[in-house]
């Protein structure tokens, strides 16, 4: 039983900081409506701080619950530990009498505490610093001094400072809904059947981003990076373009396991052994995006037929004329140095499948992939080659 609570632990700490990291992109998001240029700091001084100007703005504590209820009763030590946060950055001055206060959290307050009082249409500042002020003088929970010491240390007049900048928001969707708020805030940034994929890309980027900014304590997100990256991607979500994954372009194929490809095969024919890393590099790759942007609807089965259409035209060009250049030499050596030059064209070669594609991957793991389905080849006797090693290894 001990076993199964501790899973369950590990797992919603992880939920609650996904959490965290999503609600501060979606904060960003809806910040960035106004043109606003910030800074975004995580798991700092406070769950999500924003800056401007190296100055703190906003400051955020995010509480994500699997219950219905919010834990920041009067005495609860969520609401005391954010207390004791907000309060020890006054005193050391890293928050001023300008930064505002948000606690977040995806449960209903309950109405008979402070902390609905700090709610944005139920505010009475009063009756919050009467409440918490009684609590940190008689309450003896232990986890808490540290809060109720660095409180009943500010005057009334702080105290009132504080709470006033203080806005407590309930009832935010949980992680599992936090995305579709995300897409909102992007839902103009691509067609609408293509959001989902869209805002996976985003969110991931983002995430990816958050990871490196806590690994380095000096570092700033800055809203301008969001921009951009919400520019680069709606460039590559255009009808003249396709979105490149770094996840297929970043990953470390092993050429063995390509050894019973056709196209591997093809290479060896012509004496292209020191090349096969290289095309089986851009045969994953092609064949990874082309999969993926069929699965996801950025293309369909039609467009990529005629891509192979026009790639096979080409080549067919080019085979006649090395064709025309052995005539009648039975020389094999003939036929390799004429199928080397050919797939070094087919290496050089390059056609866009859309206007605003300029990786060459796409052109040259398209051509592997053709050769390992047989439509091409690069020895002029491919056809026969093959099937005498086919034959031979039966």
Known sequence: MAKNKSQFSARDSLKGYLFQCKIALLLSLQKMKD???????????????????????????????????????????????????????ISKGY??????????????????????????????????????????????????????????????????????????????????????????????AAREHLLGSFRKRFVGWWLNRVFDHINDENDLIK????????????????????????????FEV?????????????????????????????????????SRWLQEGFVLPEELDRYEKQLIEEWEICFERIQDKIGDSKADEDKIKYGKALYRWAETKFVPLRPNITEAFVTRGSYQILSNEKKIGWHPEFEKKLQDIIIGES
């Open 35 to 89: 043109g606003s240029k910030f800074d975004i700091v995580i798991e700092a001084e406070d769950d999500v701080v924003i800056k401007k100007d190296n100055q703190v703005i906003e400051s955020s504590q995010i509480k994500h619950t699997s219950k219905d209820e919010a834990d920041v009763g009067d005495y609860s030590t969520n609401l005391w530990k954010t207390i004791r946060i907000w309060c020890d950055g």
């Open 223 to 250: 809203s301008q990076e969001i921009r951009a990256k919400m520019d680069i991607l709606r460039d590559q979500f255009s009808k003249y373009n396709l979105p490149i994954d770094n996840d297929i372009l970043d």
């Open 95 to 188: 928050f001023s009498s300008e930064t505002k206060f948000f606690l977040i959290t995806t449960g209903v307050i309950p109405s008979d505490c402070a902390a609905h009082c700090l709610k944005e249409n139920n505010r009475d500042i009063f009756k919050v610093i009467d409440t918490l002020s009684k609590v940190s003088k008689t309450s003896k929970n232990e986890s808490n001094q540290k809060a109720y010491k660095l409180f009943n240390s500010m005057t009334y007049n702080e105290k009132q400072e504080l709470f006033e900048n203080v806005v407590i928001i309930d009832k935010n969707p949980i992680i599992e809904d936090i995305d579709v708020e995300i897409c909102k805030e992007i839902s103009n």
């Open 254 to 290: 092993n050429e063995s396991e390509f050894d019973d490809y056709i196209f591997v095969k093809q290479l060896k024919l012509v004496d292209m052994n020191n090349g096969i890393f290289r095309a089986v590099k851009n045969y994953y790759r092609a064949f990874e995006h082309r």
